[in-house]
């Protein structure tokens, strides 16, 4: 199981741009075996809410909110799962996780949570007006 670590949260005003970091731990089949990874982000009481999500093959998927905004990218080498996201919104202001789970995403269209079972600790992410 991957363990996970978070890093680039911060504050910005509306309109300007943050990229988000996961650094994934040390695994010997990383290159070789599939993994279904992905940004989710939610506010307290809330349900997670999926961001970006990259699959083994690099297929992606976006909330439709973020099209356009958002980049999810995986660099094996360097073992690190980014968010890059432009135009920021207040809407956006949240806890950014990333999750991991071995195998590849079980749905095309959809974010499930639930099929995650290995997260990060969360950064925050505050977009000022």
């Known amino acids: 199981q991957m363990q996970l670590v978070e890093s680039g949260g911060g504050s910005v005003q509306a309109g300007g741009s943050l990229t988000l970091y996961c650094l994934f731990s040390?695994?010997?089949?990383?290159?070789?075996?599939?993994?279904?990874m992905a940004w989710f982000r939610r506010a307290p009481g809330e349900e997670p809410a999926g961001v970006a999500r990259?699959?083994?093959?690099?297929?992606?998927l976006y909330r439709d909110s973020a099209k356009g905004r958002f980049t999810i990218s995986k660099d094996n080498a360097k073992k690190t799962l980014s968010l890059q996201m432009n135009n920021l919104r207040p809407e956006d202001s949240a806890m950014y996780y990333c999750?991991?789970?071995?195998?590849?995403?079980?749905?095309?269209?959809?974010?499930?949570?639930?099929?995650?079972?290995?997260w990060g600790q969360g950064t925050q992410v505050t977009v000022s007006s």
């Open positions: 999750a991991a789970e071995r195998g590849w995403c079980s749905s095309a269209t959809h974010f499930i949570d639930t099929d995650f079972h290995t």
């Open positions: 040390e695994h010997a089949y990383v290159p070789y075996v599939p993994y279904c």
């Open positions: 990259i699959d083994h093959d690099d297929t992606t």
